[in-house]
């Protein structure tokens, strides 16, 4: 399926803030699931050819996701998400960090802090994605790691599942 969804990545390195933006033609509630039931995460998270494995899903303030994202020849990146504020089904936010395989933070890697708001728009729903860090350099360094590309293709990859799950 070729990819109907604009992507809008604004960088303001300066403040260190970059703000992600799409719209998806599916209702906010199936979105919401998205980003927040494990099952579902695990099929967009990670850029093609990988793909996600959620080791633990805790979808609540103070409870985390443990993930890996695992390339075609094993590969993996590990992260996790610190869930700091939920207010369903309109917005969560988190902190973002890499760790090791048991879960413990790989201090040698940035952290950044999401916002993710999903608002009704006429048949569809909004998401804007506001990624922050207070580290110097944190944010050039995941975009130079291939943040942009890699999250608009998973994007691309929600984009898919929730035409095929309508």
């Known amino acids: 399926m070729i990819s ?8 303001d390195l300066a403040h260190k803030q970059i703000t992600v933006s799409t719209h998806f033609n599916a209702k ?7 980003w927040t039931k494990k099952d579902i995460l695990d099929k967009w998270w990670a850029p093609k050819p990988w793909h996600a494995e959620t080791k633990k899903l805790e979808f609540q303030e103070g409870g985390s996701w443990q993930y890996a994202m695992v390339g075609p020849e094993n590969q993996r990146q590990n992260g996790k ?3 700091t504020k939920i207010n369903a089904p309109k917005s969560f936010e988190a902190t973002d960090l890499f760790t090791d395989e048991k879960g413990f933070t790989d ?5 950044m802090h999401w ?5 009704s728009s006429g048949a569809g729903t909004d998401v804007k994605i506001l990624v922050t860090s207070k580290t110097d350099g944190a944010l050039e360094k995941i975009l130079d790691m291939g943040f942009e590309e890699g999250f608009k293709s998973a994007l691309g990859n929600l984009e898919e599942y929730l035409e095929e799950n309508r």
């Open 107 to 111: 201090d040698s890697l940035p952290q």
């Open 4 to 11: 109907t969804t604009e992507v809008k990545i604004e960088k």
């Open 28 to 34: 906010p509630e199936a979105v919401w699931q998205a």
């Open 81 to 83: 998400f610190l869930y």
């Open 115 to 119: 916002k993710c708001e999903f608002r």
